[in-house]
């Protein structure tokens, strides 16, 4: 039977297509995104694409909304670009997409 879904190499992630076909970029899994990088490793952190910040959590779902990664408040768009240089639920966020609340 060919493999369908996620599948774990040596403690690496990999996505299968219904056709059997590893998944690169992005990939829409129920209603989560992932992202997967040309040799097919599933993404996990930061992730520069074409100058825009993505955050992928630890189980490789792309982030959205506010994300605290180590003591600092980033927020994602629902697109999960990174937002910077705004301010979101009174929060000022920098040019950095560190959010800083505003007293």
């Known amino acids: 039977a060919m493999q369908k879904g996620w599948i774990n190499l040596n403690g690496t992630w990999y996505y299968l297509r219904n056709n059997g076909e590893m998944s690169t970029g992005w990939e829409k899994v129920g209603n ?3 992202y997967l990088s040309n040799s097919g ?8 694409l074409n100058g825009t910040w ?3 959590r630890n189980n490789g779902e792309m982030s959205i909304g506010w994300e605290k990664v180590g003591n600092k408040w980033y927020y994602l768009y629902n697109s999960g ?6 301010i979101v639920d009174g929060w000022k ?4 997409g560190i959010g800083m609340k505003i007293k």
């Open 54 to 56: 993505y955050y992928l």
């Open 93 to 96: 966020i920098n040019f950095a």
């Open 81 to 86: 670009k990174m937002a910077k240089n705004i």
């Open 32 to 34: 989560k995104w992932y």
């Open 41 to 48: 490793a599933m993404q996990k952190g930061w992730i520069n």
